[in-house]
């Protein structure tokens, strides 16, 4: 039994939970009625200005019932206290030619934080932008890939004092550097990349010491500019511009707290400065696209696993054997790196390696097979000669084989949940850019990972080249060693083993032997591609269970039978069987009589498909001389034809000593 004074503390403490509990209940508050009016405008708005047909898309869930709580309304954020509106998205609309945007109707919300008008296509303002200027509380502005063209004064946008994102990306922006945006100290973030502004950078724009990402790409800004005076932006994490100097300035590796630097298509030339493998929080470093060369540093120094993008520049020195140690994504494609893969050593970080497009030789290394936690591997169009390693089935693949703590997993978890923080990401759907560079939003850890999802990724799959970045790359697992001199035949631990792979490309090869029947094993495959090689026998039945297989190329190889009926393999087109004159079967619309049906000879099918080109220059050069001879012959004899031409001849050189004599 409790005693009376036990009764009433017990009374009393339940009597305080139920006090918590009726503010929890009651603490949330629906939004204000003035800025549900508003809200409502802006719809009415926006409909009018949408395209034919697109009416019932815009803001549906924004209705003019008094029961319906705006601040659940898609696309509307509120605070939870006061039930005042703090983010508005418009979201990707589809508007009329020249459709213009009324930015009096935001004049209620005075505590709006997050305003993103971007991606639709509004070429004009019925007001002027100082009609922002209320909104002393917007933090976050973007305007970002419509038409405004030079119709944006940003002297308005200059008296929001409190901005902390401000991109204006794409939208055709004309004239100079607006000078006014210097004086916003608080900016965090400013993106004016892709537009058509000119003349010179300021230097003033090192006042933005607070300023983490800067994006001055894609424009005309002209004349030099010593980017020296940025140095004092302490807080610089981002960086993207098209640098005026032709090789990489080492200043900026005083960028300490750099965590991504994209300098791609710049027509830099020279080295690549040893002080930006030394910044401690590097995390993304592109230098794609341009005319680097000489050595590259043995390896970076940074505290995170690094995406290092260095295709399509001038490489010839090697991949130093320590550069994986501290690397997730390396790649190197199109430079012109020779000789032997090294034999890497440290590589249990690296999860795609691409050096397609190079001029390495001799066999693929063993010692590849140990990046065994490697998803993405492209060796195609290079000079690789001898078998395929069978230990290559060691590489995990996305199948987690040896080490499933991989950080991609951690980072597809956290960019899942920003569907929550941002209500733009709903209506963009994989295209989360926008809300990379807004550091104000994402929460600082994040950091660490964004480099993998501002990755961009180019892999053959599907007869053509798709760009992979975000969730997508984390997710696809590829195998490509097409256009070598591999021979030999395939191992039968790549089909039976590689269980995650969703594209393998073996094609333009010298590969013999048949095809093997483990190949049933891959049950994720999406695109297989054994064409131009040298392979015999029969197209094994079980292949027809693989149910994900959207493209399947055996042309142009020695192969023999009946195609697979059933499943998948009989319903791919005959270009996908092209050059298989003993294959027979629906797709080939070839009788499979069984006295027509002829097995190839093994003596010679590794050469019929193959071209003597000293034959064919040999050839070229007997008919050229051939038809030289004839046309010499012919001009020997008295005849119309011939005295016509001698006439055209000496009209010629007539006109050519008057011209000069």
């Not at 009016?37 to 009416?55: D, F, P, Q, R, Y």
């Not at 954020?77 to 009324?102: A, D, H, P, Q, W």
């Not at 023999?560 to 005959?574: E, M």
Request: proline share 4%; with cysteine; charged share 20%.
């Amino acid at each position: 039994m409790f005693s009376p004074t036990k009764e009433k503390v017990f009374m009393g403490q339940n009597l305080i939970w139920v006090m918590i509990l009726l503010g929890q209940i009651h603490g949330y508050k629906s939004c204000i009625q003035k800025e549900r009016m508003a809200l409502l405008e802006i719809k009415k708005h926006m409909i009018a200005v949408a395209k034919e047909g697109e009416s019932n898309f815009v803001f549906p869930t924004w209705t003019n019932d008094t029961k319906s709580d705006c601040c659940r309304w898609e696309e509307v954020k509120c605070n939870r206290s006061s039930g005042r509106v703090t983010v508005i998205s418009f979201g990707l609309m589809y508007m009329k030619e020249s459709s213009l945007l009324n930015l009096s109707l935001l004049h209620p919300f005075e505590d709006v934080r997050i305003l993103d008008l971007g991606w639709n296509r509004f070429s004009g303002l019925f007001d002027a932008v100082e009609e922002l200027r209320d909104l002393t509380n917007l933090e976050v502005l973007d305007m970002s890939w419509n038409r405004f063209n030079d119709s944006i004064p940003v002297q308005g946008i200059c008296k929001l004092k409190n901005l902390q994102e401000l991109d204006l990306t794409g939208n055709k922006l004309v004239g100079h550097f607006p000078l006014c945006l210097t004086n916003l100290t608080r900016l965090r973030v400013l993106d004016l990349s892709s537009n058509q502004l000119t003349g010179s950078i300021p230097s003033s724009l090192s006042n933005l010491e607070s300023l983490e990402y800067l994006s001055l790409l894609d424009n005309n800004f002209e004349g030099f500019f010593s980017f020296g005076s940025l140095t004092k932006l302490s807080m610089l994490r981002v960086f993207k511009i098209q640098l005026v100097p032709s090789v990489i300035p080492s200043w900026i590796g005083e960028f300490q707290h750099l965590s991504m630097l994209l300098l791609s298509n710049n027509l830099l030339e020279g080295e690549i400065p040893i002080s930006l493998f030394n910044l401690s929080y590097l995390g993304l470093l592109d230098l794609s696209a341009n005319m680097l060369s000489g050595d590259i540093p043995p390896h970076v120094n940074s505290e995170r696993r690094v995406v290092l993008l260095l295709h399509d520049n001038n490489f010839s020195k090697g991949i130093p054997d320590t550069l994986l140690l501290n690397v997730s994504i390396l790649d190197m494609r199109n430079n012109r790196l020779s000789g032997n893969i090294p034999e890497f050593i440290n590589t249990q970080n690296i999860s795609i390696l691409l050096l397609r497009g190079n001029n390495f030789t001799g066999r693929i290394p063993h010692q590849l097979c140990g990046l065994s936690n490697i998803h993405l591997l492209d060796l195609a169009n290079n000079g690789f000669s001898g078998s395929i390693p069978s230990c290559l089935s060691n590489i995990s693949f996305g199948s987690g084989k040896e080490d499933t703590s991989n950080d991609f997993d951690f980072v597809y978890g956290i960019f899942n949940g920003l569907t929550t923080i941002s209500p733009s990401l709903g209506h963009r759907g994989n295209d989360v850019g926008a809300y990379f560079r807004s550091l104000v939003v994402l929460e600082q850890f994040s950091m660490d990972y964004l480099a993998s999802f501002l990755t961009k990724i180019e892999f053959p799959t599907k007869h053509r080249y798709d760009s992979y970045m975000g969730g997508n790359l984390l997710e696809l697992c590829g195998l490509d060693l097409s256009q070598n001199k591999l021979s030999g035949e395939i191992p039968v631990e790549i089909g039976g083993d590689l269980l995650k792979l969703h594209a393998l490309n073996l094609s333009h090869n010298y590969l013999s032997g048949e095809i093997p029947r483990s190949f049933s094993g891959l049950k994720t495959v999406e695109s297989l591609d054994l064409s131009f090689n040298r392979l015999h026998g029969e197209i094994p039945p079980q292949l027809s269970e693989l149910s994900s297989l959207g493209v399947f190329k055996v042309s142009y190889n020695n192969l023999s039978g009946v195609i697979p009926q059933g499943g998948h393999l009989s319903t791919f087109d005959a270009n996908s069987y092209l050059g298989n004159p003993f294959l027979c079967g629906k797709p080939t619309n070839k009788s499979c009589n069984s006295n027509n049906i002829q097995e190839p000879d093994d003596e010679v099918e590794d050469d019929e498909y193959t071209i003597d080109m000293v034959s064919f220059y040999w050839s070229l050069a007997a008919a050229y001389v051939t038809i030289l001879l004839g046309v010499i012959a012919s001009l020997s004899f008295d005849s119309p034809w011939s005295r016509a031409w001698f006439n055209l001849v000496d009209a010629f050189l007539r006109k050519v000593r008057y011209l000069f004599w």
